[in-house]
C-alpha cells in the first residue's frame, strides 16, 4: 500500500512538474522532446528483464556500454550538424553518398511511424468493446489522419505540443515506476533480501545480444532533421541533454531492477516486466499500459516530424513538411493495407508448436514478438495482458 501510494505521488508531481508552463514553453526543453521521445520509447520496458536474464549482476555495465556507446554515435551526428550548418557545400562524392543514405533513413522512419501505429491501434482496440483486426486498422487510420491533419494545417510545432503531451505522460509514469523500484529495492535491501544473478552468456553471443539491444537507445538522430525549426547548436544541445536524461533514466532502471528478481523468479517473455512489476505494486501494471500507448503515439510523432524534416531537406523545398507528411501517411496506410501474416508461421518462428484453432495474430503491450495463437485473454492469470486477434505481429525489440 505504501509502495502503490508513493508511486501515485511521485507521478503526478512528476507531471505536475513537467507541466509546469514556463517548462513547456522553453525553447531548449521543447527541442529535447523529439529525440527523447524516439529514444524512449517500447523498448525501455523489455530491456531491463532481456538484460536481467543474459547479464545478471553486469547488466548495469552492459546498460552504461550501451548509453556510451549511443553517446558516441550522437557525438558524431552532432559534429555532422555544426559541419553541415558551418558548410553547406560539400563535395559532389560526399553529397552524393549522404542522399542515398538520408533516402534509406526516410524509408526507415515510414516504416517505424507504420510500425508503431499499428501497435498503438492494436493495442488500443483491445481496450474498447470491439475486437478484432477491423477496429485496430479503423484506429490506426484515425491516429494517421489526426497527425496529417495536425501537421498539414497547424505545422511541426502543433505536433510537438501532442507530442510533448505524451511524453510528458510517459516520463511522469516513468517517474513513478522508478519511485516503485527505489522503495521495493530499499525493503529488500533492509530484509537481505537482494540477489545476485549469475551472467548467462558470453563470447560472441553476448557481444552480439549487447549490441542487438543499441536500437533501445537509439533515436537521437532526429535532432538531424528539424533545421528548419531549430539552430544547429539548439540541435545539437537538445540532442546532448536528450541522451544523458535517457541514460540517466536507463542507469537507474536497469541498477534498480537487476538485484531484485532471482534467476528464473519470473520466466522471460515478452511481458516478463509487468509479471515483475506486479510483484513490486499492485499498481504498476495499469501505469504501463498508459505508459506503452504513450511510447508508441510519442515515438510516431517524433519520427513523423523528424521524416518531414528530412524528406524536405532531400527534394530541396519541393516537398513542403506537410506534403512529406501527406507521403508518410500514403506509405503507412498502404503497409496496413497490405500487411498479412499467416499464425503458423509465426509460431514457428518462435520454436511454438503451430495450432489448428482459428488463426490468431497477436502482440503484447510492449510490442514485442507474437504470442504463439492467442489462446489466453487480455487480463490471464498472472497478468500477462496478451491481446489477442489484433491483426498484426511485430519484430523483438523494434
Not at 552524393?96 to 516504416?111: C, D, M, N, P
Not at 474498447?128 to 491533419?149: K, Q
Not at 517517474?175 to 527505489?182: C, D, E, Y
Request: charged residues 15%; contains cysteine; glycine residues 10%.
Amino acid at each position: 500500500m505504501l509502495t502503490d501510494l508513493t508511486i501515485l505521488i511521485v507521478t503526478v508531481l512528476a507531471g505536475a512538474v513537467l507541466f509546469y508552463p514556463k517548462l513547456r514553453r522553453a525553447t531548449g526543453w521543447r527541442a529535447t522532446v523529439t529525440p527523447l521521445a524516439s529514444i524512449i520509447g517500447s523498448g525501455f520496458l523489455v530491456l531491463g528483464p532481456v538484460l536481467d536474464d543474459s547479464f545478471g549482476a553486469f547488466a548495469p555495465v552492459v546498460m552504461l556500454g550501451l548509453c556510451t556507446v549511443a553517446y558516441a554515435f550522437g557525438g558524431a551526428i552532432r559534429a555532422n550538424i555544426h559541419d553541415i550548418d558551418a558548410n553547406p557545400d560539400r563535395g559532389r562524392g560526399i553529397a552524393r553518398l549522404e542522399t542515398v543514405a538520408s533516402w534509406l533513413l526516410a524509408g526507415a522512419y515510414f516504416i517505424s511511424v507504420a510500425y508503431y501505429l499499428n501497435l498503438f491501434g492494436a493495442f488500443a482496440a483491445t481496450l474498447t468493446p470491439w475486437s478484432g483486426a477491423m477496429p485496430a486498422r479503423i484506429i490506426t487510420t484515425v491516429t494517421y489522419a489526426v497527425i496529417l491533419l495536425v501537421g498539414w494545417v497547424y505545422g511541426f510545432h502543433a505536433m510537438e505540443r501532442m507530442e510533448q503531451a505524451s511524453v510528458t505522460l510517459k516520463l511522469a509514469i516513468i517517474a513513478g515506476l522508478l519511485a516503485g523500484l527505489a522503495v521495493h529495492f530499499t525493503d529488500q535491501a533492509i530484509a537481505g533480501g537482494l540477489v545476485i544473478n549469475p551472467v548467462t552468456v558470453s563470447g560472441w553471443g553476448a557481444v552480439t545480444l549487447a549490441f542487438g539491444l543499441i536500437v533501445t537507445v537509439q533515436g537521437f538522430e532526429t535532432s538531424r532533421y528539424l533545421g528548419d525549426t531549430y539552430s544547429a547548436d539548439m540541435r545539437v544541445r537538445s540532442m546532448r541533454w536528450a541522451q544523458l536524461i535517457s541514460a540517466a533514466i536507463y542507469m537507474i532502471y536497469i541498477c534498480l531492477l537487476v538485484y531484485l528478481f532471482p534467476a528464473g523468479h519470473v520466466p522471460l517473455s515478452e511481458t516478463a516486466v509487468i509479471d515483475m512489476m506486479a510483484i513490486v505494486a499492485p499498481v504498476l501494471p495499469p501505469l504501463l499500459i498508459v505508459a506503452a500507448l504513450s511510447a508508441q503515439f510519442s515515438a510516431a510523432v517524433a519520427d513523423t516530424g523528424g521524416s518531414g524534416g528530412l524528406v524536405t531537406e532531400l527534394t530541396k523545398g519541393r516537398l513542403g513538411t506537410g506534403q512529406s507528411y501527406a507521403v508518410l501517411v500514403a506509405v503507412g496506410r498502404g503497409c496496413l493495407c497490405h500487411h498479412r501474416l499467416r499464425q503458423p508461421r509465426l509460431c514457428r518462428l518462435l520454436r511454438r508448436p503451430s495450432c489448428h484453432r482459428r488463426p490468431t495474430r497477436a502482440i503484447d503491450l510492449l510490442g514485442v514478438g507474437c504470442f504463439g495463437c492467442g489462446h489466453r485473454d487480455l487480463w490471464s492469470i498472472r497478468r500477462r495482458l496478451i491481446i489477442r486477434r489484433c491483426g498484426i505481429a511485430v519484430d523483438p525489440l523494434a
